[in-house]
């Protein structure tokens, strides 16, 4: 069942199958390539690279810029979770924008019109993301074990679908009631006692965490479990690595396809829950976007592994936060979007070149290995 769409996947995430002390050396290299593209971007606009850095950190260890931090990289968190569903199979899930948003506005619409009372209706509104999420997700799913169509193609379409989607509902005449006192239209606010009241983590600051971060956190832990605790996990992971072994242990691939689209877009579906049910209340224009794409840096970052993917999601969370500061000094915030980018690119060439080193540091100690195993030639024996 080799497609196109597979195989761009087995390029990408094929590099990310490190071992040991090598795992931590890519996303490393990457972090301090990027810092050194960003010291000569700062020196090429006039701004000093460390001071730029030292007002950033000053920003950032702030209570309510860390309160900041952690509220981002909760929906990054969940984000890339949903993403490295996907790569675990060897599936490139970008559909993952379309799926949340998407799911998040219907979910927000069903909350808004409190069908059941309370924290019932909290329950509701997140299945129904997850649900929205998941069936979204299936649609490329289907068209991979059907018809052979790559999920990169298909994925692809369906964003532009769920976006044009998105708009036709968002809309006075359907979903959308006008916000007042703003220009601004968005879904019924969820009523009061269906919201999750935020967590004071952080003291010194008014500013609460989003209470689904706990949900952020289960979600890990679920992701870890059922991927290197179970069977389906195994039958998961070893169709992503081969899918000519998997057939041979009696494992239905085009099965496992389409659990992993499903499970990838059911947790799609959540990205937009810590913000919809912890401040916004309500899906209106300015509801984020683009959490998808982000998810995919921070799951190549963290090499698909929930404690490396939170570090990410923090480090990345950190920079969003700590980029607000940068125009009060009279320095770009774009700053912040070139460090970032620069980390997507160089984590692939780190990869590459981590994953080629230990292909020959292997080759060698192979070498060594038979060479000590080669049987001494008798004495006066012709050669």
């Known amino acids: 069942m080799s497609t196109a769409g597979s195989s761009f996947t087995d390029r990408l995430l094929g590099r990310a199958r490190l ?13 301090v390539f990027a810092g050194l593209i960003t010291s000569i971007v700062l020196l090429a606009t006039g701004d000093p690279p460390l001071e730029t850095l030292g007002v ?16 981002y990289a909760t929906t990054y968190y969940l984000s890339a979770l949903a993403v490295a569903i996907g790569f675990r199979m060897n599936l490139f899930n970008i559909g993952v924008d379309g799926q949340y948003r998407l799911a998040a506005l219907i979910a927000a619409a069903v909350g808004g019109a409190a069908v059941l009372p309370g924290p019932l209706n909290t329950v509701l509104v997140v299945v129904v993301a997850m649900l929205v999420g998941a069936g979204w997700a299936s649609i490329a799913g289907l068209l991979k074990v059907r018809r052979g169509v790559s999920e990169v193609i298909s994925t692809i379409m369906l964003n532009a679908i769920a976006t044009a989607l998105g708009a036709w509902l968002l809309n006075t005449d359907r979903l959308a009631v006008e916000v007042a006192g703003s220009n601004n239209i968005g879904t019924k606010p969820i009523p009061e006692a269906a919201r999750v009241p935020g967590l004071a983590l952080i003291p ?19 992701y870890h479990v059922l991927l290197n605790r179970t069977r389906f996990g195994f039958d998961l992971r070893a169709t992503g690595r081969s899918e000519s072994a ?8 085009k099965k496992m396809v389409l659990i992993a689209m499903i499970m990838s877009g059911a947790t799609a579906g959540l990205i937009g829950m810590p913000q919809l049910l912890g401040a916004s209340y309500s899906y209106s224009l300015d ?30 969370g950190f920079l969003d936060a700590s980029s607000n500061i940068l125009q009060l000094h009279d320095i770009s915030p774009e700053i912040v979007a070139i460090m970032q980018g620069t980390i997507v690119l160089s984590v692939i060439v780190a990869y590459e070149l981590v994953h080629r080193y230990q292909i020959s540091a292997g080759q060698r100690r192979v070498s060594k290995e038979l060479a000590g195993k080669t049987p001494a030639r008798p004495e006066g024996a012709s050669a």
């Not at 071992?19 to 972090?31: F, K, N």
């Not at 921070?298 to 990345?316: E, K, Q, S, T, Y």
Request: net charge positive; glycine share 16%.
């Open 56 to 71: 950033m950190i000053d920003y950032g260890v702030q209570p309510r810029t860390m309160v900041l931090t952690l509220n």
């Open 19 to 31: 071992g040991g002390l090598l795992s931590l050396a890519a996303p490393v290299l990457a972090i």
């Open 287 to 316: 509801f984020p976007t683009g959490l998808g794409f982000t998810g995919i840096a921070i799951a190549l970052l963290g090499r698909n592994h929930p404690v490396g993917i939170a570090l990410g999601a923090l480090l990345w």
């Open 204 to 222: 010194g600051t008014g500013t609460k965490v989003f209470g689904l971060i706990i949900l952020a956190v289960a979600m890990g832990v679920l």
């Open 246 to 253: 998997a057939v041979a242990s009696g494992v239905n691939v």
